[in-house]
């Protein structure tokens, strides 16, 4: 079960790019999550929310989302198999395949060949579960250390403040999660995307995985599907407010 992203015509032409966040920026710029060359420094933002799939402009021109215009700025919805066109030279298309929901890569392990340890065939199934472990853990320390005490370069009593709001809160969605409860799960994902990218200044990031745990916690709790429907009214007001006054102050 997978979703991508593939160059169909381009300089990159051919290539594919798996999705794995609810908000990937596509551009030229390397600091974006695919890096296509031939199209502005950061030219679309596509977002995942409530099962569907949009594209938000963020070039100065218009560009074609399924052979409709896209304004600059402007969002619409994007299906399996749909195309967005880049000036005359780039065309992308959404390919999904069973789930459309970001996931892993299956083949996002550390590879261990690269730093001369072993090859692929060396490494057993042990071996390559230990190494994702391992490379999740040391991925996760530092936004870790944060969310549970604050900014440690940050004398400011309300950023650890916040910080110990988002260990509390995480604890109860984490145990809610662990009854293999997919949505508290899913809005502990948005808020700690969110939280990590406000840490690295990536206010654009964040805003956004704020607004999608926003929508989560302000969707009605008796609809199927709805992420905060496992949770009580107190920890949703709770989710909600912090949601409120972080998007308040990175606006």
């Given at each position: 079960?997978?979703?991508?992203?593939?160059?169909?015509?381009?300089?990159?032409?051919?290539?594919?790019?798996?999705?794995?966040?609810?908000?990937?920026?596509i551009g030229s710029r390397p600091d974006c999550t695919f890096v296509v060359r031939g199209i502005p420094g950061h030219c679309l933002t596509l977002l995942y929310r409530a099962g569907q799939y949009s594209i938000v402009n963020r070039s100065d021109q218009a560009?074609?989302?399924?052979?409709?215009?896209?304004?600059?700025?402007?969002?619409?919805?994007?299906?399996?198999?749909?195309?967005?066109?880049i000036g005359r030279e780039t065309v992308l298309r959404l390919?999904?395949?069973?789930?459309?929901?970001?996931?892993?890569?299956?083949?996002?392990?550390?590879?261990?060949?690269?730093n001369g340890l072993l090859g692929p065939d060396d490494a057993g199934p042990d071996t390559k579960q230990k190494l994702r472990r391992y490379a999740l853990f040391a991925a996760a320390l530092p936004a870790a250390i944060y969310l549970l005490f604050g900014n440690p370069f940050d004398g400011e009593k309300s950023d650890s403040a916040t910080g110990r709001e988002f260990h509390q809160l995480l604890e109860h969605l984490q145990s809610n999660a662990a009854d293999n409860r997919d949505g508290p799960a899913r809005l502990a994902r948005?808020?700690?995307?969110?939280?990590?990218?406000?840490?690295?200044?990536?206010?654009?990031?964040?805003?956004?995985?704020?607004?999608?745990?926003?929508?989560m916690v302000t969707e009605?709790?008796?609809?199927?599907?709805?992420a905060a429907r496992n949770l009580t009214a107190p920890i949703r007001t709770r989710t909600y407010e912090l949601v409120k006054n972080r998007l308040g102050a990175l606006d």
């Open positions: 079960m997978s979703a991508k992203i593939v160059v169909q015509r381009g300089k990159n032409s051919g290539e594919e790019y798996w999705i794995e966040d609810e908000v990937s920026r560009i074609d989302v399924a052979g409709e215009p896209l304004l600059p700025m402007a969002t619409m919805p994007i299906h399996d198999g749909e195309y967005v066109s390919d999904v395949d069973g789930d459309p929901a970001p996931s892993h890569h299956p083949h996002s392990v550390v590879d261990a060949d690269e948005a808020l700690q995307r969110a939280r990590v990218s406000e840490i690295r200044g990536d206010e654009e990031r964040a805003l956004a995985y704020y607004e999608i745990a926003k929508d009605d709790p008796h609809k199927p599907g709805c």
